[in-house]
């Protein structure tokens, strides 16, 4: 769990409230999308829906645009079909998971393997990095904000695993099944999360040496740049004081 925190923290540190924020609604409202449309719109009888509608309001997307992303979903609105894909790769002892929603299957494989391509990655075999990581739900919060014994008492009696405080952020971890449960309990007693997801974090993380922790993270990024890149995770941890030079 450490590492996926360490992670998570570079990750909301130069993401959500920046020029990506545009791109991650995007991506989101993909999610929502392809959700509605295999599960239909309605969140109550379609638990998929109600993770990405979670995910999104974690995100603070605004619930118009919600609406209309399931609009779109649903046929309701015209909107785009998307196929959903999966890559698996290694870049030396990183092993990256990575997850594609793509309205064009060869654009998005091309696009995927050239990248990893300049970044000296490599595809992998099937399964081989699926098994190193395990579905956990994640929650953070912004710790300027909130105090960690403010969070952990609301977090506990939704059902959190952990809640842990760390350089700014307050990370909620818990099982899958108890995700839903633990968002709706922070967000009855009012707080704003930074971000809310179903991930997938390392069974076992790896620390690598600080250029090989810089390179796998430059790659990371270049892939979430990506726009049918969906989403990316790994089973590195970023070790204390790390600093991409």
């Known amino acids: 769990m450490s590492g996926h925190s ?29 959700a509605a449309r295999m599960g239909g719109g309605d969140a109550e009888g379609n638990p998929r829906l109600r993770t990405a509608i979670i995910k999104a309001r974690g995100a603070n997307m605004p619930k118009d645009n919600i609406d209309r992303a399931i609009k779109k979903g649903t046929g309701d609105l015209d909107g785009v079909s998307y196929e959903e894909l999966t890559y698996e790769a290694r870049l030396g002892e990183a092993a990256i998971l990575i997850e594609v929603l793509t309205d064009n299957r060869n654009r998005a494989a ?17 399964g081989s990095v699926t098994r190193l990581l395990t579905r956990k739900g994640i929650i953070t919060l912004d710790g300027e ?20 405080a760390n350089e700014g952020v ?37 620390t690598l040496s600080n250029d090989a922790t810089a390179k796998t993270l430059r790659l990371i990024d270049k892939l979430e740049e990506n726009d049918d890149v969906q989403n990316v995770y790994s089973n590195i941890e970023v070790p204390d004081g790390f600093e991409d030079e």
Do not use: C, H
Request: aromatic residues 4%; negative net charge.
């Open 6 to 34: 360490k992670w998570a923290k570079i990750k909301r540190a130069k993401g959500a409230a920046d020029a990506q924020r545009g791109q991650v609604f995007t991506k989101l409202i993909k999610e929502i999308s392809i």
């Open 110 to 126: 091309a696009d995927v393997r050239n990248i990893l391509t300049r970044a000296g990655a490599e595809l992998a075999k099937a």
């Open 145 to 164: 904000k909130y105090s960690e014994d403010q969070v952990m008492e609301a977090a506990l009696d939704g059902g959190a695993e952990d809640v842990a």
């Open 170 to 206: 307050i990370e909620v971890t818990s099982q899958p099944d108890d995700f839903e449960a633990v968002a709706k309990a922070l967000e009855a007693k009012n707080f704003e999360t930074t971000s809310a997801e179903i991930s997938m974090v390392p069974e076992a993380p790896v």
